[in-house]
């Protein structure tokens, strides 16, 4: 992309983040919510972009006027302040265009939303449930040091500990775009602990991150939903067993079902039922999307395919093995202790650059 080409689509993007940034202030687009709502992500998505532009206008113009010196003045010491400028210059701007043209890349819409997290226990027994638990674990574990919050939604618990299922809502900045690419199998060779002859088993569990529809996404008409209530199961005194505060939700046209029982009010269960159905709708539809990626181009994450083995977790030998792109390190206490973000770092790179090939194309 040649600088000037490169300079005239940052200027278009300004101009429309300034438009933008007009609308919102306009008392009837502050009245129509939902237009507010997509018009006020709009503006958040463009902030990066106009920001790197700012940053790369002003290199721009800071090399010409080096060269200006260099070609026109005469006095030494400017002329080689001007030198070291120019050189300088010249090594930053070929990595901020690189920067830009990722972020000129239309990102996945759904990439700022909230997430969904599902873990469950897959080929393995009650080893499978225990790595599940594991899982989760290194989940919310990571989740604190991003300073996300994470609501369990369902549970149902292993036999020996763990989860044969269990399923959260994160909410933060761009969760979706960061946990998506957990989506898949995750494999553990290990020994159990219910194994008396020291033998390494392999087990599994799958992990599906949805992004959460928001409200303006998906609208349920209620007449095509059946709403069931029972008693919630599991620890939190007498008032669990005996109300029926535990909400399950059937969508007649699809066959899902969603409940939740983690609160103790009928009404707040509802609420997070809807928001779950209302996710799992918006889902259907997006996995249709995903599988148009993929046929397009081979992807390594970005998938509908939840069946896909994404990663091995070897505790005999310390390591941790990402197979979409042969990705290894050998400090897996570490990584469970929830230090994941080098391994996401390298997936997103690596993602980048298939991403930039595909728009070259």
């Known amino acids: 992309m040649a600088e000037n080409s490169l300079l005239e689509k940052l200027d278009g993007l300004k101009a429309k983040y300034e438009s933008i940034g007009a609308q919102l202030g306009d008392p009837e687009v502050i009245a129509d919510m939902k237009k507010y709502v997509q018009l006020n992500k709009d503006y958040k998505e463009l902030e990066p972009i106009v920001a790197a532009g700012n940053r790369y206008r002003k290199m721009v113009e800071d090399l010409a006027d080096a060269k200006n010196i260099l070609l026109n003045e005469k006095d030494d010491d400017l002329r080689e302040m001007a030198k070291e400028e120019a050189t300088a210059l010249e090594e930053e701007l070929p990595k901020m265009e690189e920067d830009i043209r990722i972020l000129l890349i239309p990102a996945d819409p759904q990439d700022s939303k909230n997430a969904i997290l599902e873990i469950r226990g ?138 939740c029982q983690d609160e103790r009010s009928q009404l707040k269960n509802l609420d997070k039922a809807l928001a779950e159905l209302r996710t799992r709708l918006y889902n259907l539809e997006y996995e249709k999307y995903l599988n148009d990626i993929t046929a397009k181009r081979k992807t390594m994450v970005s998938t509908g395919d939840r069946s896909a083995k994404i990663r091995t977790y070897n505790y005999p030998q310390s390591r941790v093995t990402d197979h979409r792109i042969g990705y290894t390190m050998y400090n897996l206490p570490v990584f469970m202790d929830g230090d994941i973000q080098e391994v996401i770092d390298q997936l997103q790179i690596a993602e980048n650059a298939e991403r930039l090939k595909a728009a070259g194309e």
């Open 122 to 259: 897959g080929t393995g027994g009650d080893e499978a449930a225990i790595f599940a638990g594991d899982l989760f674990r290194m989940y919310t574990k990571y989740f604190e040091r991003k300073g996300w919050k994470c609501e369990v939604t369902s549970v149902s618990e292993g036999a020996a500990g763990g989860y044969k299922e269990i399923v959260c809502k994160v909410s933060g900045e761009k969760v979706y775009g960061t946990l998506k690419y957990e989506s898949g199998v995750h494999r553990v060779q290990r020994v159990p602990q219910t194994e008396t002859q020291g033998r390494v088993h392999t087990s599994a569990a799958s992990v599906a991150v949805l992004p959460e529809a928001d409200e303006f996404d998906v609208e349920i008409d209620m007449k095509d939903v059946r709403k069931d209530l029972f008693c919630s199961s599991g620890p939190g005194g007498q008032g669990v067993n005996t109300t029926y505060s535990a909400v399950r939700l059937t969508h007649i046209p699809s066959g899902i079902v969603v409940q």
